[in-house]
């Protein structure tokens, strides 16, 4: 059997089949924009692609709706839940790819002024509905899916809080820290001061994923 390669998309997938039982390639699609694409965004035809990919590789299963419109419903197969749950039980670290078109901007040269506003406005208006969300569903959800929201609701208040700050005009110091002042005690050149009178500063084979 021809080695299948599952990525993220796949387990996207995989796990939106699984939580709704079983589910057409549309049913898919509109689940994801309602639930994971806040974080996990993916194009419409990458959704269609996947569910063939995983009913050639045996890992959903596929009947016909009888009607005109001859709609296709998936369900997993032991086979597909068993990838399902060895990707849910993987604990390994996966670097973030990080891409913020704004911040590239600012790299190379775009006036914080003209950029930042923007970008308080909308991180802010994003994270008012995040929060709106929480109070209305928050006790509807998973404790997995309550903690997936957190993770919206803090990163937007992360971004605000940084965009806040790009707009401020505010340089932080060399080595990281943006409170104005010189390196701290012992971090860079100059004699070490001394202690600081604060307490807190001391000296399955055939298929492999993604």
């Not at 990458?46 to 296709?72: E, I, K």
């Not at 604990?91 to 990080?98: K, M, T």
């Not at 406005?121 to 569903?137: G, P, Q, S």
Request: proline share 7%; glycine share 12%; hydrophobic share 35%.
């Amino acid at each position: 059997m021809p080695e299948t390669r599952l990525t993220s998309t796949s387990y996207l997938v995989l796990g939106i089949i699984g939580q709704l039982g079983e589910a057409s390639p549309y049913d898919v699609k509109v689940e994801a924009s309602r639930t994971v694409a806040p974080f996990w965004q993916v194009p419409h035809a990458q959704v269609y692609a996947q569910c063939d990919r995983l009913l050639a590789a045996g890992l959903l299963s596929q009947t016909r709706q009888d009607g005109g419109r001859n709609r296709r419903v998936m369900r997993l197969t032991e086979t597909g839940r068993e990838a399902l749950g060895r990707w849910l039980a993987d604990d390994a670290f996966v670097p973030v790819e990080a891409r913020e078109r704004n911040i590239l901007k600012l790299w190379f040269g775009a006036r914080h002024d003209l950029v930042a506003p923007t970008q308080v406005r909308e991180h802010r208006r994003t994270l008012e509905e995040y929060l709106t969300l929480a109070a209305d569903v928050g006790a509807l959800l998973t404790l997995g899916q309550r903690q997936a929201l957190e993770y919206g609701i803090r990163y937007e208040r992360m971004m605000t809080e940084f965009w806040e700050w790009v707009e401020s005009g505010a340089r932080p110091a060399d080595g990281g820290n943006d409170d104005g002042g010189g390196p701290h005690p012992g971090s860079g050149p100059g004699p070490d001061p001394g202690p600081s009178s604060d307490p807190g500063l001391g000296s399955d084979p055939g298929i492999r994923k993604e």
